[in-house]
DNA sequence: CCCACTATTGACACCGGTATCATTAAGGGT
DNA sequence: ACCCTTAATGATACCGGTGTCAATAGTGGG
């Protein structure tokens, strides 16, 4: 198949170079531009922008080292135009913590480098009224390439299914499986607190109390669940009447917290199911001028920044949060691929970090 | 100028509906739909989505009812490339606090809200070599409708000149004001460390620490030249020895922090320049042993959650980074408008938050 | 009643790409 | 030498808007 070809002749070099000294910096090069300088026709130019097969090999070396030297760049619109489709992932959001959502986000940017497309961040209120409708706009209009959704939003299968109607990509992150593989990253919630509960069995602790995120969150109940199957485990157990409604706020960790030393029997050992919440027991604590661990151990999930900024720090589940950011640009963009038996994983496991906020029990 | 138009007579409303009846959810409708519905040109059509003057009252009337009756939404990609600018807005941020970022991200999007424009987040390394070429490369290919810029990127002239010659609208949020007064929103950090020193000198101290930012930033030196100022109104200043070079953040906290014992004479208070040193400094003290206020009383500044979250919670001087966003994201839409006398405020003001980590000096 | 003038509108090219389908040329078989 | 197949490429329409400029139709003045 080696068609000796007049093409590789030309230089196209020299060319690049007469078009650079022209028109330096006037405005920039189009595919008409690269198109006359290679003496082929747009078409052409597309292919082998685009990696199509069935391009002569000088004719597209040729062209590549054109575009190479007039720093010819696509406009994503205009091909975002044509393709019906734009070069930009939606990050879809109502998760209220921003330590979580910027470490996402920095993580689908670390997917995303270099790859042309750009972020588009979509706070929304999945309890609003207008929550399925603006979302529906916002990928419509925007074409959206891909959509990451994070919870409680990747939880909601009528958003799934708009998605899907729409014909958008989208990877969805939460705790356990909702959807066909491809389309999930899945946390482990459950893993994470077993970790938690086993720490806290293993230090001798024998009374617990949780303090539960929000209902509406599938991470709340999954994280009681691993915690209960840890205590289980060592025989141990969660009294019903020792597990108190939060909302993943630092507030509901501040007032549970200060009627954690209410209970009856006291707990030795608190499971917070965040971090935000653990912080907010211990300074309950604090504030009643008891010391963690002493009185009891607490335990948080997430592992932020906060975890470390409080004293004592926080032991608590360390959730590969940017990781899995990038995890799912990655996957997102292997949409387009028929072959996505290349796929990476699709799961992340927590762990647990020892901290001082847990120890012994008291005698 | 009331000229009857035969116009008028059509019913729009019935021709929106037996459109929607016919094509029900098949497809967005295009301007050629709404064309062909109201009779006209496109181009008139084009009219009327950008307000443009110079057209008949009943014709506009006519076409914007049947523009909502079918739900158009002109396609902001194919306007962008016609229009040769997007509708997107670029942030671009090198500021490693992810609270800051968040409430700035926070604050644009609030100002965006319902203006169809969205936000497209860019990080960057203003110390990396491809910092300038990424970001021309961003802000070109994108062909970005204004970008908003956050310390410290804020506070690079290249940038700035950039900018200007790609004709992008821009805003930068700074503690001073480094360009013409549209394209700036000043945060005025000199008033607010100012009202720390006040704060501690009414409280009494006279024996005072700062930990300082990272030199690169121009917050760095407002803060403290207003800090310095502050005492001075009251005859007291800042001994050069006790300046501890930090870097924003917490871990440098951590360690100048306890070097602060090591002072000589001991300081009885200590501003950081952010909240996460501040943060450290309040380990360091617990670390050893030490609380805060007793033995010497932490400022802190930003008042992001941090400052809630640690025991004792944070005096710090609070600067309304969300609300800056806002304002940002507003006043980049007024770059388009030739009155732009109508401009919002485009400066804030800081102030003192008063919590437990600040009291009278030791005797 | 004619004319310059203004308000309103549309035809057509264009923004910078991609899709479809036709065309051309080279290679293989007989 | 002739026909068929495949590889390579281009002509043209099209994606959904906007800009330019010409065309049309009332309006007020002389």
Same mark, same amino acid.
């Given at each position: 198949?080696?068609?000796?070809?007049?093409?590789?002749?030309?230089?196209?070099?020299?060319?690049?170079?007469?078009?650079?000294?022209?028109?330096?910096?006037?405005?920039?090069?189009?595919?008409?531009?690269?198109?006359?300088?290679?003496?082929?026709?747009?078409?052409?130019?597309?292919?082998?922008?685009?990696?199509?097969?069935?391009?002569?090999?000088?004719?597209?070396?040729?062209?590549?080292?054109?575009?190479?030297?007039?720093?010819?760049?696509?406009?994503?619109?205009?091909?975002?135009?044509?393709?019906?489709?734009?070069?930009?992932?939606?990050?879809?959001?109502?998760?209220?913590?921003?330590?979580?959502?910027?470490?996402?986000?920095? +993580?689908?940017?670390? =997917? $995303?480098?270099?790859? %042309?497309? #750009? @972020?588009?961040?979509?706070?929304?209120?999945?309890?609003?009224? &207008?929550?399925?409708?603006?979302?529906?706009?916002?990928?419509?209009?925007?074409?959206?390439?891909?959509?990451?959704?994070?919870?409680?939003?990747?939880?909601?299968?009528?958003?799934?299914?708009?998605?899907?109607?729409?014909?958008?990509?989208?990877?969805?992150?939460?705790?356990?499986?909702?959807?066909?593989?491809?389309?999930?990253?899945?946390?482990?919630?459950?893993?994470?607190?077993?970790?938690?509960?086993?720490?806290?069995?293993?230090?001798?602790?024998?009374?617990?109390?949780?303090?539960?995120?929000?209902?509406?969150?599938?991470?709340?109940?999954?994280?009681?669940? +691993?915690?209960?199957? =840890? $205590?289980?485990?060592? %025989?141990? #157990? @969660?009294?019903?009447?020792?597990?108190?409604?939060?909302?993943? &706020?630092?507030?509901?960790?501040?007032?549970?917290?200060?009627?954690?030393?209410?209970?009856?029997?006291?707990?030795?050992?608190?499971?917070?199911?965040?971090?935000?919440?653990?912080?907010?027991?211990?300074?309950?604590?604090?504030?009643?001028?008891?010391?963690?661990?002493?009185?009891?151990?607490?335990?948080?999930?997430?592992?932020?920044?906060?975890?470390?900024?409080?004293?004592?720090?926080?032991?608590?589940?360390?959730?590969?949060?940017?990781?899995?950011?990038?995890?799912?640009?990655?996957?997102?963009?292997?949409?387009?691929?028929?072959?996505?038996?290349?796929?990476?994983?699709?799961?992340?496991?927590?762990?647990?970090?020892?901290? #001082?906020?847990?120890?012994?029990?008291?005698?």
């Amino acid at each position: 198949m080696v068609r000796k070809s007049k093409k590789s002749d030309i230089d196209y070099v020299s060319i690049a170079q007469a078009w650079n000294a022209t028109h330096a910096g006037q405005r920039k090069p189009t595919i008409n531009d690269v198109a006359s300088l290679a003496g082929v026709s747009k078409k052409t130019v597309s292919r082998v922008i685009n990696d199509s097969p069935s391009v002569n090999e000088d004719t597209r070396n040729g062209i590549k080292e054109i575009i190479r030297r007039v720093g010819y760049r696509p406009d994503p619109q205009a091909r975002g135009l044509a393709f019906k489709r734009s070069f930009l992932v939606g990050l879809i959001y109502d998760n209220p913590n921003p330590q979580y959502i910027v470490n996402m986000q920095q +993580g689908i940017l670390d =997917g $995303l480098h270099g790859t %042309g497309f #750009e @972020l588009v961040v979509h706070p929304c209120e999945r309890n609003g009224e &207008t929550f399925l409708d603006d979302a529906r706009q916002f990928i419509e209009l925007q074409k959206l390439y891909g959509v990451i959704l994070t919870p409680s939003v990747s939880e909601d299968e009528n958003l799934a299914e708009i998605l899907r109607e729409l014909g958008c990509a989208y990877i969805r992150i939460a705790s356990i499986a909702l959807d066909t593989e491809r389309r999930m990253i899945v946390t482990n919630d459950r893993i994470g607190s077993k970790a938690a509960a086993h720490h806290l069995a293993e230090l001798g602790h024998t009374r617990f109390a949780l303090i539960s995120g929000r209902r509406s969150f599938r991470s709340t109940h999954e994280r009681r669940y +691993g915690f209960e199957e =840890g $205590l289980a485990e060592f %025989g141990l #157990e @969660l009294a019903p009447s020792h597990v108190l409604q939060g909302d993943y &706020t630092f507030e509901s960790g501040l007032m549970r917290g200060a009627e954690l030393l209410d209970l009856d029997p006291l707990p030795t050992a608190v499971f917070a199911e965040n971090d935000e919440m653990a912080a907010g027991v211990l300074q309950a604590l604090q504030v009643a001028g008891q010391n963690a661990p002493q009185i009891m151990s607490v335990v948080g999930y997430d592992d932020f920044e906060v975890a470390t900024r409080i004293w004592p720090r926080l032991t608590t589940v360390h959730s590969p949060t940017r990781e899995i950011g990038k995890l799912a640009a990655q996957r997102l963009q292997e949409f387009g691929v028929e072959d996505n038996t290349s796929a990476g994983p699709n799961q992340t496991t927590p762990y647990l970090v020892e901290r #001082e906020s847990t120890g012994r029990p008291p005698d």
